[in-house]
Nanobody, 128 residues
């Protein structure tokens, strides 16, 4: 059974930082693109960041570019999201996602339907 488990969420003041982790089990994701999305009540799931299979290529939503950094450690089957200069509008449940199909070297995925595996999410709350 494939599982993605996020951790690292919490409550932080505006301008602060949080580091999220997504630990995968049940399959090896080293050949697959991975991503982070976020969701708030009543809104569609929003793309945050994606990373290629090797970690050499990354892609970010405009709203987080320059503040968030996605990375991965394939030896640990883990993906990370470093979030700096957090804003109240970053408040959401953050979800990790992985693709099932093997990715090309430069592949990064920005659409939710491109992902096959999802974690349960971790809550990030940014106070003003």
């Amino acid at each position: 059974q494939v599982q993605l488990v996020e951790s690292g969420g919490g409550l932080v003041q505006a301008g602060g930082s949080l580091s999220l982790s997504c630990s995968a089990s049940g399959r090896d994701f080293s050949g697959n693109a991975m991503g982070w999305f976020r969701q708030t009540p009543g809104k569609e799931r929003e793309f945050v960041a994606s990373i290629s299979r090797s970690g050499s290529f990354t892609f970010y939503a405009d709203s987080v570019t320059g503040r968030f950094t996605i990375s991965r450690d394939n030896a640990k089957n883990t993906v990370y999201l470093q979030m700096n200069d957090l804003k109240p509008e970053d408040t959401a449940v953050y979800l990790c996602a992985g693709t099932a199909q093997a990715a090309q070297a430069m592949d990064v995925m920005a659409r939710a339907y491109e992902y096959d595996y999802w974690g349960q999410g971790t809550q990030v709350t940014v106070s003003s």
